[in-house]
């Protein structure tokens, strides 16, 4: 399959049993609505099958909130519809993003179809979690990935550094254990202080929780000198993996333009490939009772679509592209939008030191990975 025929699906499920103090996604604690939403995110499936037509699915991955709190029931009612509705195609990857404290449930994920668990076990260290706010404790992030390799043939693991007083030793130490699992993929990412979070307001009393970005980018330099000998390659900004095979098959529909429905309170998506058709985004209603109700209603969720202009799709697939280490094909960005980017800008950070040209291809060069979308702006005239 071509990637301009690649059709992805993401699922969001909003709820957690905890909110985290760092967390600014769109997320709710349970109300006992579960079977409420699930009929609504079933009925959504049909709608946007209307929609799209028959494409097969490369990706379906349930992210959140903690769809691991889902029961194996529904998320194999998910994987069924889908799979009705449009199939999937060869060598798909169906992937849940899981709390460690979930793991009685990862059996019975791979029952249902998953094939690749993502572990939020931020830290293995249960000082650290306790200071993230999280709810689990450091053996209880050994089990999960224990138990996640056992379930299902790719497993993930996302982690946390740069809290404020974490010392390049101590996350040489957590990068250690959790290369030393046996996993193929981790994802690690910096600790940021957002607004309107509980960490937010603790800032802004004027509380130090986070490394500046300065000696955070000394911990990026460490990831990537430990990772990579233990045979991992960093793919993407805040992605390293085994092997080709072990990459986040979704996350690249993201950063590589493909299209992607979003169904589940808040979910984004993306449909449509080149400036003739021009790509619309969507966004579903953010909370799960307005979402439920717009789908009673007869619409399938969308509070929000926006045809985007051939400029804006250009930003997009400029920012999103340049994170891969292989790095963004201009070739590519002219036949989808019609547009190139900003040539001095380009220039420019090239004699800077933080691009790199081969031929049609734009990439970060490792100082320019640091600096991530501050690079990438200056492609975008
Ligand atoms: S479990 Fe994940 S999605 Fe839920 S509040 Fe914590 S960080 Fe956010």
Redesign the pocket.
């Known amino acids: 399959m071509s990637k301009s025929q690649a059709l992805g699906l993401y699922i969001h499920w909003p709820y957690?049993a905890?909110?985290?103090p760092?967390?600014d996604?769109n997320?709710y604690r349970p109300k006992g609505a579960d079977d409420l939403l699930l009929a609504a995110i079933l009925e959504d499936l049909r709608h946007w099958r209307e929609r799209t037509g028959a494409r097969p699915l490369a990706s379906l991955h349930f992210g959140?909130?903690?769809p691991s709190l889902m029961s194996q029931q529904a998320v194999g009612d998910v994987i069924d519809l889908a799979e009705h509705l449009w199939g999937f195609a060869a060598a798909a990857e169906l992937g849940l993003e899981a709390?460690p404290n979930d793991l009685a449930g990862f059996a019975g994920f791979a029952a249902a179809g998953i094939n690749r668990l993502s572990v939020?076990v931020q830290s293995f260290q249960s000082d650290v979690l306790e200071r993230l706010g999280r709810d689990h404790s450091g053996d209880a992030a050994r089990a999960a990935v224990d138990t996640a390799l056992k379930a299902v043939p790719q497993v993930s693991l996302d982690l946390i550094y740069a809290w404020e007083g974490q010392s390049l030793e101590n996350w040489r130490s957590e990068l250690e254990t959790a290369l030393g699992t046996g996993v193929g993929h981790i994802s690690p990412y910096q600790l940021t202080i957002e607004q309107n979070t509980a960490f937010g307001k603790r800032a802004e009393r004027g509380e130090t929780l986070a490394l500046e970005p300065d000696d955070a980018a000394e911990f990026y330099e460490l990831t990537d000198e430990i990772a990579s000998s233990a045979g991992f390659e960093r793919y993407e900004i805040s992605n390293h993996a085994r092997s080709k095979a072990a990459q986040s098959r979704h996350n690249r529909l993201y950063w590589e333009g493909g299209d992607w429905i979003g169904v589940g309170p808040g979910a984004h998506g993306r449909l449509g490939q080149s400036s003739s058709g021009g790509r619309i985004a969507t966004e579903a209603a953010r909370r799960p009772g307005e979402y439920a109700q717009s789908i009673k209603s007869g619409s399938w969720g969308v509070a929000d679509e926006e045809q985007l202009s051939a400029e804006d799709e250009r930003a997009e697939r400029i920012l999103m592209g340049l994170r891969l280490l292989e790095g963004l094909d201009l070739d590519d960005l002219h036949a989808a939008t019609g547009l190139g980017i900003d040539e001095t800008g380009a220039e420019r950070m090239i004699a800077t030191g933080l691009l790199q040209r081969d031929g049609a291809r734009v990439s970060l060069t490792r100082e320019g990975q640091v600096l991530g979308d501050a690079v990438s702006m200056a492609l975008v005239p």
């Open positions: 957690c905890r909110i985290c760092y967390c996604f997320v959140g909130g903690t709390n939020g």
